[in-house]
């Protein structure tokens, strides 16, 4: 059990998200579930008034919409044709800033090696660990991949694994315990040190799965099987439930961190009151830093509510690296693994931490400020016949295209800015057979996080691939949509019944993205 002074996160609570329901019943529910990483400002009446006519639905797809090619408003940076093109800073950032994000880069590209060592500030790899550094998972700060056959590595791809049981948030309605796998913790790490075990090989079978679309073209989707082969600390627990994940991509977090949560729980309709099949619902977690319940929009089924926590979380789980926000040396390693545990660390000097608090807050600043790129060919034809598509067909229902940022005074680089992420950060039943079966915090087992599209188009420019979904099963953008299922299946179905013409067109607009 938590803090009993946090209000319960109830049912009528929720059902007052309902976009028909009054602003003031949102905001006040919004006062129970508030951003407390942020400093922010009220935003006045004739704000709110702009808000919601610059980002109204579109009614005229002859022509762009007014600031479109600026996805990231004045944090946009242009659109490089190289690997390079999502790892630029904001383009809003002063001199000083700047200096930060790329201090913050070295960091996030750094090589940690074992201890003891002779370089103090770089000790403490492992002992087990999925990459040696952010950048081997987040390549290009791009997305990761499955891979390329038996004898590549999954150096940017691993397994989620829990349990059922563990800490009840009396504070979240709905949340469903887990815990770590008792002799596997909370990921599965295929690298060790020298004298450790790794923990297993990800081994994948896919099998065919023919699609037949209206023109009578066939497309071959794969359907994953995974299996933890190779097992270095006995068997997994009965009841282990295992997800795979691959590396998403890193642009526009800190402008996704800062929209306001009002505004993303006024999308929310759990019971799907307006009847249209869509009842996208918050992923509620409890917040570390904070020691209270926010909302989480970050990982891929939103886990973690901040650019921070996630970050310190993916340098205790992938890495082994100790912060103050995850302090154990050892990583994941669990108390079975006592080799493991009892092995020398990076922590034994004065730094106390493997990476110390300002280590953690350089890192973030840069994985909050790699910039979104411009948009390309919005005044297309075909592109805004594409975008027409994606409204008429109801992809804009789950990835909302814009938003505005809370307005904020030490964070000016993010502070009110117009975006088009595409996406609502909501939970949303993807259906079964996109399903992990693996909760996480208030989300089922059937559930993901609406990804984010802005950049989508540069995936295989930046990343060499065009591999999509959170296990990269999609080789390309029409078998990415091909697998929506449950609250996505009337548009994917449409997708399917539609002129080619028009899924070409759907398909150029999501690449202008």
């Known amino acids: ?23 003031a019943a949102t905001q006040s529910l919004s006062a129970e579930l508030q951003d407390l990483h942020l400093n922010t400002l009220p935003r006045t009446e004739d704000e709110l008034f702009r808000i919601a006519r610059v980002t109204a639905a579109p009614t005229d797809f002859s022509v762009p919409q007014p600031f479109e090619d600026l996805p990231a408003g004045a944090a946009t940076v242009r659109a490089r044709i190289d690997a390079d093109a999502f790892s630029q800073p904001s383009g809003n950032l002063s001199f000083e800033q700047e200096l930060d994000f790329r201090v913050g880069n ?5 090589i940690w090696v074992s201890s003891p060592s002779s370089t103090l500030a770089s000790d403490g790899l492992g002992p087990l660990y999925n990459a040696r550094s952010c950048q081997r998972c987040h390549i290009k700060d791009g997305r990761g991949h499955t891979p390329n056959g038996p004898d590549d ?27 770590p796998d008792p002799n596997y913790g909370g990921q599965m790490q295929d690298l060790a040190l020298p004298g450790h075990a790794a923990e297993y090989r990800l081994d994948i079978t896919y099998e065919d799965v023919p699609v037949t679309l209206s023109d009578g073209e066939t497309v071959t989707l794969r359907r994953p099987t995974y299996r933890a082969a190779d097992l270095g600390y006995g068997p997994l627990h009965p009841d282990a439930m295992l997800s795979p994940r691959v590396a998403p991509q890193m642009i526009g977090l800190g402008l996704l961190e800062a929209i306001p949560v009002q505004d993303l729980l006024a999308n929310a309709d759990p019971e799907d009151e307006d009847g249209d099949g869509i009842s996208g619902r918050p992923n509620i977690v409890w917040a570390i830093e904070y020691g209270a319940p ?16 996630q970050s310190a979380a993916a ?21 079975a693994q006592v080799e493991c545990v009892n092995a020398p660390h990076g922590d034994g000097d004065d730094r106390v931490f493997e990476i110390d608090q300002i280590g953690m807050d350089l890192v973030a600043f840069y994985s909050q400020n790699l910039g979104v790129p411009a948009r390309r060919d919005v ?8 975008k027409q598509v994606f409204h008429d067909t109801g992809c804009a229902s789950c990835h909302t295209p814009s938003f505005v940022t809370h307005r904020m005074e030490d964070r000016p680089e993010h502070s009110f800015q ?49 591999q999509f979904l959170h296990d990269g099963r999609a080789r390309n953008l029409l078998e990415a949509i091909l697998w929506h ?9 449409a997708v399917v019944a539609m002129p080619k013409p028009d899924r070409n067109a759907l398909i150029r607009f999501l690449e202008s993205l």
């Open 1 to 23: 059990m938590r803090n009993s002074t946090h209000r319960k996160w109830t049912k009528a609570s929720k059902l007052a998200l309902l976009p028909v329901a009054a602003l």
């Open 106 to 110: 070295g960091l996030f590209k750094k």
């Open 485 to 493: 299922g449950g609250e996505a299946q009337t548009a994917r179905d």
């Open 418 to 466: 117009l975006i088009w992420p595409y996406t609502d950060l909501l939970l949303h039943d993807m259906g079964e057979g996109l399903a992990d079966n693996r909760p996480e915090a208030r989300a089922t087992g059937r559930e993901w996080r609406t990804p984010p599209l802005w950049g989508i188009g540069l995936t295989e420019q930046v990343s060499g691939h065009t």
């Open 294 to 309: 926010m909302m989480g929009r970050f990982g891929h089924k939103a886990g973690m509510p901040t650019v921070m926590e």
């Open 315 to 335: 340098f205790a789980g992938d890495i082994g690296i100790s912060s103050p926000l995850y302090p154990a040396a050892h990583g994941d390693c669990t108390p």
């Open 379 to 386: 005044d297309d034809p075909q592109v805004l016949r594409g």
């Open 153 to 179: 590595n999954a150096i940017s791809m691993f397994l989620r694994v829990s349990i059922p049981g563990g800490d009840d948030y009396a504070e979240i309605e709905d949340y469903i315990a887990t815990q």
